[in-house]
């Protein structure tokens, strides 16, 4: 193992996570940071974008000596090439998700599953009649069996639009059909990306830059959004309720199970399983005081937001929480998993399980969960789980810092709720300037930053500035572990902000879910601009995602600029070798979708960007 030249002060802000850096050290236990190091510097052609390995004429690299590829592609066609490619993974991740939850309805429907239920009959009713599907004097199964139906088109490649794309506002609506980037199908767009970017179709940057817009479009109004609303009809709409969150989570003397990933199939039986009686007998039975359940990364949101149930630890802190030697078990499904969790296990007694076909790893053990079975695969982990507690050394058990109160379960339903039942309250506050306008803080952590660092800074500057704050995904965490989570954190916002939160008694955070869920986010920029009579373009938000790393986050980025917000990122993704594509991102989408992106790695001067674009847009509307 080599030697991090990094202090662990300059890796993370957090104690718990320094402390556990400490640890892996005395251990042997090698991390992300060090691997980090191990690739820095990283290869200039891919951080640009100009290293294309489409074809076997290639690889090409494009230089100043050698500017066109062996096919006679430049700079920017190889950059936008990449970029849509990058994208498509992205989308396909969430889309896929989203598929995976459309089947388990679909299961329920038809009867074909008993570990699955509709748990909110309320909002599937109300989404079925949004979309079309007959309500009226029909059994509840019959129209779930219609809305699975539903839900499956908007994956296909006959439609012209997808299905919640009657959310947008209508203007919107119209300027994405004449640019040619509304959304027809999931699956087509990101079959089409693919399609367009093979050797000898799209090669006309901005032509394929306009597809990745399409495409992210149908990720954001489709396979992300699906995801959500399912997810909540199978395991309820999620609604304000207290939780904790970091490594403090983790308890000493019980058996600990982590569940990482993203989609609640899986973590819910779990969570189920854990519960049942014979499980803790037989917990206590090998000397331990009970079973304790916690989450990593978007699964943890999922499991947090519906159930309350404790975060240990954000993207960077996966490592960690088994760093603590306190973990018997990981169970994991898909997405953001460090193929590195199998070996760091490995240096404890802690063992990974995956289950799903799609995301399998070499040395974990394979439960695959399938509809059918659910809760007996469920049951089989946490017995796993439970004798693997006796291959515990207590002696290299540290589980560092006191877990924090937040409060999460903002579901747009949830808001409304405090609302008083209308959106209406919400856009008075915002003409008023009591609050200046929302931005959607959200995405990953990334090692080559200092660990939450941006994510809590840049939350805490808009707060300041009377910007109410949403966050999902990983920023969650950081958010939550600074105590911004919790109501009495509105002492740190601005006095428009203080009044309008303090009224309602939320905090000036509001936790909205998982990566998927950010579609939360896109339907309440949609409800506030319906409301109004405006574009979403038209009104003061804004997005960001300060530590990102992953495709999905470039994905929800795009699809959040197509959609007409301001987004913010702490630094670009791989295409600045073509000075078009970068251009087109940072100016030239404005002019078509009404809104770019902006990058700036320093929180603060990026809160000032964010507040100068929210300013801007409030005198659009006449406000300021
Ligand atoms: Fe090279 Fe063109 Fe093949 Fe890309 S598609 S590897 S630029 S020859
Ligand atoms: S898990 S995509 S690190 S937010 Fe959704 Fe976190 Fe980013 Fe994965």
Not at 83 to 111: K, N, P, T
Request: with cysteine; aromatic share 4%.
């Amino acid at each position: 193992m080599t030697e991090n030249k990094r202090n662990v002060e300059d890796m993370s802000i957090w104690e718990d996570a320094q402390q556990m850096l400490r640890k892996a050290q005395r251990d042997g236990v090698e991390t992300v940071w060090d691997r980090l190091e191990q690739q820095t510097p990283h290869c200039p052609k891919g951080e640009s974008g100009l290293c294309c390995r489409i074809c076997t004429m290639g690889p090409c690299r494009i230089s100043k000596k050698s500017p066109l590829g062996v096919c006679g592609a430049g700079a920017d066609v190889i950059v936008a090439r990449n970029f849509g490619r990058f994208l498509a993974g992205g989308a396909a991740g969430h889309s896929d998700h989203g598929r995976d939850c459309i089947e388990a309805f679909h299961a329920v429907a038809y009867g074909k599953t008993e570990d699955y239920q509709i748990k909110d009959e309320k909002k599937m009713l109300r989404i079925a009649d949004e979309l079309g599907v007959a309500t009226e004097g029909r059994d509840v199964m019959d129209v779930a069996k219609d809305l699975a139906d539903e839900f499956f088109e908007s994956f296909g490649s006959r439609r012209e639009e997808v299905a919640f794309i009657g959310r947008v506002p209508e203007k919107q609506r119209e300027s994405w059909k004449k640019l040619g980037i509304m959304p027809r199908g999931v699956d087509r767009e990101i079959t089409e990306m693919m399609h367009r970017t093979h050797m000898g179709c799209d090669n006309d940057a901005a032509n394929t830059m306009l597809h990745s817009a399409r495409m992210c479009l149908g990720d954001g109004w489709a396979g992300s959004m699906i995801a959500t609303e399912v997810s909540d009809i199978l395991f309820g709409t999620p609604s304000p309720r207290k939780a904790k969150v970091n490594l403090g989570v983790l308890k000493k003397d019980q058996v600990n199970i982590l569940v990482h990933g993203h989609n609640p199939i899986v973590s819910e039986k779990i969570l189920e399983a854990v519960n049942e009686q014979e499980f803790i007998d037989l917990a206590k039975e090998k000397g331990a005081k009970g079973i304790n359940l916690a989450g990593l990364c978007c699964t943890g949101n999922e499991l947090m937001m519906r159930k309350g149930i404790p975060m240990a630890g954000n993207h960077l802190m996966t490592e960690l929480a088994i760093v603590t030697g306190a973990v018997e078990l990981i169970v994991v499904d898909y997405q953001c998993i460090m193929p590195s969790l199998v070996q760091v296990g490995n240096c404890y007694h802690t063992k990974m399980i995956t289950t799903a076909d799609k995301a399998r790893f070499t040395g974990a053990d394979h439960v695959k969960f399938e509809l059918h079975n659910g809760m007996e695969q469920a049951r089989k982990v946490v017995r796993m789980a439970i004798e693997r507690y006796s291959m515990r050394n207590h002696d290299r058990v540290e589980i560092p810092a006191e877990p924090v109160d937040i409060m999460t379960g903002f579901s747009n339903e949830a808001l409304l709720d405090a609302l008083g039942g209308s959106i209406t309250p919400l856009v008075d506050a915002i003409k008023a300037g009591k609050v200046r306008g929302a931005v959607g803080i959200v995405g990953c952590n990334n090692p080559k930053y200092k660990h939450d660092y941006c994510n809590v800074n840049l939350t805490r500057e808009l707060i300041k500035k009377d910007i109410l704050v949403i966050v999902t995904g990983c920023v969650t965490t950081a958010a939550g572990k600074a105590g911004l989570l919790l109501p009495e954190s509105i002492e740190q916002a601005g006095p428009g902000l203080q009044e309008v939160c303090g009224s309602l008694g939320i905090p000036p955070v509001l936790h909205m879910g998982s990566c998927v869920d950010n579609a939360r986010i896109l339907q309440l920029a949609a409800l506030l601009a319906n409301e109004i009579g405006v574009s979403i373009s038209d009104l003061p938000l804004a997005a960001s995602s300060p530590e990102w790393y992953s495709e999905k986050a470039a994905t929800i980025g795009t699809y959040a600029v197509a959609s007409g917000i301001y987004t913010h990122l702490g630094h670009p993704p791989n295409i600045t070798g073509s000075p078009l594509v970068t251009n087109l991102a940072l100016e030239g989408l404005d002019d078509l979708v009404g809104a770019c992106f902006g990058i700036e790695p320093d929180p603060f001067k990026a809160a000032e960007l964010i507040d100068k674009r929210i300013t801007m847009k409030r005198k659009g509307l006449g406000l300021e």
